[in-house]
């Protein structure tokens, strides 16, 4: 159980709606029915009903609701103490919330540019999910946030794109596909594809893509993350678009092989995040400067 499924009950109830619950927390409404239920099994007692198209507690319901409440109370203080704690911290400290597949191979290459001409600057750097990157830098919990294909714009944020990903399609070892090196576009119809939630959104960019070439495919798993994917892709059970630079050197041609489009360009946009109304520190301001300077050689390499 974590903070962020009390949030969700907690808005279940203040909301009244699946839609609008699965809206504020960044979710599918599938993910609010899920966490919901994981919570009743977890606790061993029903928690709400819904009559006339109402959600109403139970006395289970009741008491956890308010505990719920509390924990966020003290979860948002919290968040708005590190908010403070941003304008006391250390000019030379950078903190970054980056999505999994931007940080590990491509973001990476930018901050190794940037430390060796700022040696004394530390950045941290945590891997999150999508939904969590607009809360970490609207709270000050980090100084820049990098997504892939943000599809929700925010008044309060800087969205500027820094470098774009080429997708391709992943074949396991076993797959037909795995001798060669290049697909068409009209090849991919009919597959059977291994692809991220619809709540993502590069499912939603993939999604455009396929729909922009009249593609038609049989979705065999929709999973939430690139390494769960990538072993599905692995076992036989499918093929799946995902960005070039999520795979391996030493992963490509042995348990995955990598097919590139040879007849549409299809990249992946990657934006770094900033807040408009907080002002960055001296460090974070040059940090910004890399995205402005030519491109490392190997961010070229992995398709940036």
């Given at each position: 159980?974590?903070?962020?499924?009390?949030?969700?009950?907690?808005?279940?109830?203040?909301?009244?709606?699946?839609?609008?619950?699965?809206?504020?927390?960044?979710?599918?409404?599938?993910?609010?029915s899920q966490q919901i239920k994981k919570l009743e099994l977890v606790l061993k007692c029903k928690l709400y009903h819904r009559q006339a198209?109402?959600?109403?507690?139970?006395?289970?319901?009741?008491?956890?609701?308010?505990?719920?409440?509390?924990?966020?109370?003290?979860?948002?203080?919290?968040?708005?103490?590190?908010?403070?704690?941003?304008?006391?911290?250390?000019?030379?400290?950078?903190?970054?919330?980056?999505?999994?597949?931007?940080?590990?191979?491509?973001?990476?290459?930018?901050?190794?540019?940037?430390?060796?001409?700022?040696?004394?600057?530390?950045?941290?750097?945590?891997?999150?999910?999508?939904?969590?990157?607009?809360?970490?830098?609207?709270?000050?919990?980090?100084?820049?946030?990098?997504?892939?294909?943000?599809?929700?714009?925010?008044?309060?944020?800087?969205?500027?794109?820094?470098?774009?990903?080429?997708?391709?399609?992943?074949?396991?070892?076993?797959?037909?596909?795995?001798?060669?090196?290049?697909?068409?576009?009209?090849?991919?119809?009919?597959?059977?594809?291994?692809?991220?939630?619809?709540?993502?959104?590069?499912?939603?960019?993939i999604d455009d893509f396929l729909r922009s070439h009249n593609i038609k495919c049989r979705v065999k798993m929709e999973l939430d993350n690139?390494?769960?994917?990538?072993?599905?892709?692995?076992?036989?059970?499918?093929?799946?678009?995902?960005?070039?630079?999520a795979v391996r050197e030493d992963e490509n041609g042995i348990n995955l092989h990598v097919l590139r489009i040879s007849d549409a360009k299809?990249?992946?946009?990657?934006?770094?995040?900033?807040?408009?109304?907080?002002?960055?520190?001296?460090?974070?301001?040059?940090?910004?400067?890399?995205?402005?300077?030519?491109?490392?050689?190997?961010?070229?390499?992995?398709?940036?």
């Amino acid at each position: 159980m974590n903070i962020e499924t009390l949030k969700v009950f907690r808005d279940l109830y203040d909301t009244g709606s699946f839609s609008k619950t699965a809206e504020l927390n960044y979710v599918s409404q599938s993910a609010v029915s899920q966490q919901i239920k994981k919570l009743e099994l977890v606790l061993k007692c029903k928690l709400y009903h819904r009559q006339a198209g109402r959600v109403l507690l139970t006395p289970c319901g009741e008491k956890f609701y308010e505990a719920s409440k509390k924990i966020s109370a003290l979860y948002d203080g919290a968040i708005a103490g590190v908010r403070a704690l941003g304008a006391d911290r250390s000019c030379d400290e950078i903190k970054i919330s980056t999505i999994y597949s931007a940080g590990i191979y491509m973001i990476q290459n930018y901050i190794k540019r940037f430390l060796a001409q700022n040696p004394g600057t530390k950045i941290s750097v945590e891997y999150r999910q999508f939904s969590q990157i607009y809360s970490d830098v609207t709270s000050g919990r980090a100084d820049f946030g990098f997504m892939a294909c943000p599809y929700r714009k925010s008044a309060g944020l800087h969205m500027v794109p820094v470098a774009k990903d080429e997708m391709v399609l992943i074949a396991g070892s076993s797959s037909p596909l795995a001798g060669r090196r290049n697909v068409r576009v009209r090849d991919l119809d009919g597959m059977e594809f291994i692809f991220f939630d619809k709540v993502f959104p590069s499912r939603r960019h993939i999604d455009d893509f396929l729909r922009s070439h009249n593609i038609k495919c049989r979705v065999k798993m929709e999973l939430d993350n690139i390494e769960t994917i990538k072993s599905a892709v692995a076992s036989g059970a499918g093929v799946s678009l995902l960005p070039r630079s999520a795979v391996r050197e030493d992963e490509n041609g042995i348990n995955l092989h990598v097919l590139r489009i040879s007849d549409a360009k299809f990249m992946r946009p990657i934006y770094l995040i900033h807040s408009r109304t907080r002002k960055l520190p001296p460090a974070a301001q040059n940090f910004m400067g890399i995205f402005a300077a030519p491109k490392p050689p190997a961010a070229e390499k992995a398709g940036v």
